[in-house]
């Protein structure tokens, strides 16, 4: 069928297919129209008469997917290193556990302490990642094994510096950045956004990016090639945890608790779903971040449905589980039609493959 | 090359059988000289196998434990939190703490099945278990001495009689619940649902994993679901309430007056929320048994018979002046 079309409405069909994240984006607005279908002002934003803040489901989901957002995006960089960041949950635990202890002993609300607080957060976060980085780089531990002792390390650390104790604290600039609004909007959304953007900015207008996929396609030939593997991974790695630890204070300032147990529990698990349903090959190498973002999005709206269609708690995790093993299903799927396809131009036309691309064209 | 396949076969058998005696003797020895260490240093040695850093309760709990049993009332007490809350590490202390000899063990239960295998291990051990807060499932008595804890049953349908007598004509509720498949929490769904009046229409109930900032979450999407139309929660514990609170007041109300909010423990934070009017009801889940803990341990080490399950009493608090009363001496 897109044969028999004419070669620039063909390309365009498969350059919008082409993208890894399609499915995601699908199951994204498939989740919406679920959700509208329960309830068909669903979409609805209004303006909240008591507060005078915009309110409403998307408002919801956009505020929720921000540290999600954070997480996924550090993880997409280490990933496309051919890394792992398993820590990123308990470096969350251990940047709330700073900002909520300094700012319960230092009393005052004002901005100065929040500010303080938020600054020291991000540098405890920073020295996780600079030795997850060095770890890695300089002595050669494995991604996994080192970050996974960082993971356990870290929490252990949370856990210390609160002295095991839940712990909350009083401060309306520190709780403005998770509730506040700016315009009507999610200040933590913006504050993502923001961060998301100068991300992308400094990797894909630069050479950093290529940099980074090189690593990860192959560490010999990008040495080789002149690219410093040490400088880049120690880089990464505290980008990473950086981004955790503004995650971390994003999601104590909501409550203005942190919950040394719970606080970024199993978070490391939907930053690296968030990168793998967003295309990004956990082999390492070309990356996305707006398919990490697209992620992001769509395990956000997958927890606010799920409450939002009272699916009985038990039964929560077999949907959570269910809609991304589709998803991912599907993504592979994509990869071998793709696959045949190219067989079937490289080569003169294999029987088989003529199946294979009607599905690809139909789906 | 058959024959000498199968002489290596006979000789790791012999090897094997070799390895077995010579782990038993270890461990027979082994156990000797523990037993010997404790009746010399007059300590009677407690395992503690416990859940950790979970919330106020907990920490309040455990403290309450560790305090009571002390040098100075004759014990030495080895505590052992669960690793983030699995079951496994708990298994692991747990089993531990059978091999090492110790005179006694106490367990909080993260989880309440599974407990079958090592439970009968500690019985061949003749080691008493005194099974703390979470009970076990299936509650097999005879497995363990005794089970001390509050009566949650008992303590949420005393919530759900506080809620039918404020709502004579029913109300919209959620319920926030704990993890799926705890004792504690299907103890809790239980009391509630027996009591609740068949007027009361639940809209939902929601896992929040015992946790806050999930709480409010969840919650803020619940009112959206409900356009608002939600007059009361019955929160399985503190945390949750205090999360469902933060919520209600995003979304622009009041709770105590808009929306009720029901929490089971009774810590300082839920307290000084029910003083500022924020919740409407807590009803306390009495951690401080540590005294009732410790005459049950002496008694089952003096071989007398101890009653296979104690009620911790509680007490519940309805109003700002009952909880402004109760802070100043509230030990957690």
């Keep these: 069928m897109s044969q028999a079309s004419s070669p620039s409405r ?127 780089s300089v002595v050669g531990l494995q991604p996994f094994i080192t970050t996974l002792v960082t993971m356990l390390a870290g929490r252990g650390l949370a856990k210390v510096i609160t002295a095991g104790q839940n712990t909350s604290a009083t401060n309306e600039p520190f709780r403005w950045i998770a509730n506040g609004t700016v315009f009507g909007f999610p200040v933590v959304f913006v504050i993502g956004a923001l961060i998301v953007a100068v991300v992308a900015v400094l990797v894909r207008r630069t050479a950093l990016g290529l940099m980074i996929e090189s690593i990860g396609i192959n560490p010999k030939a990008a040495r080789m090639a002149g690219i410093r593997p040490i400088g880049i991974l120690i880089a990464v790695y505290i980008v990473s945890a950086v981004l955790a630890g503004i995650a971390g204070i994003f999601s104590t300032a909501s409550v203005m608790t942190v919950e040394v147990a719970k606080t970024g529990l199993s978070s490391e698990m939907d930053a690296i779903l968030a990168v793998v349903i967003g295309g990004t090959s956990l082999a390492g190498g070309k990356f996305s971040l707006t398919g990490s973002v697209i992620g992001a999005l769509l395990i956000a709206t997958l927890d606010k449905t799920i409450v939002f269609l009272s699916i009985p708690s038990s039964a929560t995790p077999a949907f959570k589980a269910v809609v991304i093993v589709i998803i991912c299903l599907l993504q592979s799927q994509r990869v071998r039609a793709l696959f045949a396809r190219r067989k079937a131009i490289s080569t003169p036309t294999p029987p088989q493959s003529t199946p294979t691309r009607k599905e690809t064209v139909s789906a | 090359m058959f024959k000498t396949a199968k002489i290596r076969g006979i000789a790791g058998l012999a090897l094997a059988g070799a390895m077995a005696f010579s782990l038993a003797a270890c461990s027979g020895g082994s156990s000797d000289s523990t037993d010997a260490a404790g009746s010399d240093g007059e300590l009677t040695t407690v395992g503690f196998v416990a859940v950790g850093p979970e919330g106020g309760w907990r920490t309040a709990n455990e403290q309450n434990i560790q305090d009571s049993f002390s040098k100075e009332n004759g014990f030495d007490l080895k505590y052992a939190p669960a690793t983030n809350g699995d079951q496994n590490s708990q298994i692991t202390a747990f089993t531990s703490f059978i091999d090492e000899g110790v005179d006694a063990i106490i367990l909080s239960a993260t989880e309440a099945t599974g ?99 999930e709480a409010k979450s969840v919650f803020e999407t619940i009112l959206k679901a409900n356009n608002n139309d939600v007059q009361l929660v019955f929160a399985q514990n503190d945390e949750m309430g205090l999360g469902a609170a933060l919520a209600v007041e995003e979304a622009g109300l009041k709770p105590g007056t808009d929306v009720k909010i029901i929490t089971i423990d009774g810590t300082k934070a839920a307290l000084e929320a029910l003083a500022a009017g924020r919740l409407s009801f807590v009803a306390e889940y009495n951690p401080l048994f540590g005294d009732t803990a410790i005459e049950v341990v002496k008694a089952a080490l003096a071989g007398e018979t101890v009653e296979s399950d104690i009620v911790v009493p509680s007490v519940t608090f309805d109003s700002p002046e009952a909880a402004t009363e109760a802070l100043p001496t509230r030990k957690y």
């Design chain 1, 10 to 136: 063909g390309s365009v069909v498969t350059t919008i297919v082409r993208q890894p994240y399609i499915w995601a984006v699908v199951a994204l607005v498939l989740l919406l129209v679920i959700n509208l279908i329960k309830d068909p002002g669903y979409l609805g934003i209004s303006v909240n008469s008591s507060t005078g803040n915009l309110s409403g489901n998307i408002i919801d989901i956009l505020r929720a997917s921000a540290p999600i957002m954070m997480i996924a995006i550090g993880m997409t960089l280490v990933i496309a290193t051919r890394g792992i960041d398993l820590s990123v949950g308990s470096v969350m635990a251990v940047s709330g556990a700073v900002s909520m202890e300094f700012m319960s002993n230092s009393g005052d609300g004002s901005v100065g302490v929040a500010v303080t607080a938020a600054a020291l957060a991000l540098g405890v976060s920073a020295l996780l990642g600079v030795i997850n980085g060095v770890l890695v």
């Design chain 2, 115 to 213: 407990w079958e295998s090592v439970l009968k291990r500690a019985q061949e051990a003749e080691i008493p278990v005194v099974l703390l807060d979470r009970g076990i499932e299936p509650n097999d008595t005879s497995l363990y001495t005794s089970h001390i804890a509050p009566d949650n049953v008992g303590i949420s349908s005393s919530a759900a009689e506080w809620a039918n007598g404020q709502f004579p004509d029913g109300a919209k509720y959620v319920v926030l619940e704990g993890p799926p498949g705890l004792s504690v929490v299907n103890d809790r769904n239980k009391g509630w649902d027996d009591t609740i009046d068949a007027n009361f229409t639940k809209l939902e109930s929601q896992s929040a994993n015992w946790s806050t900032e």
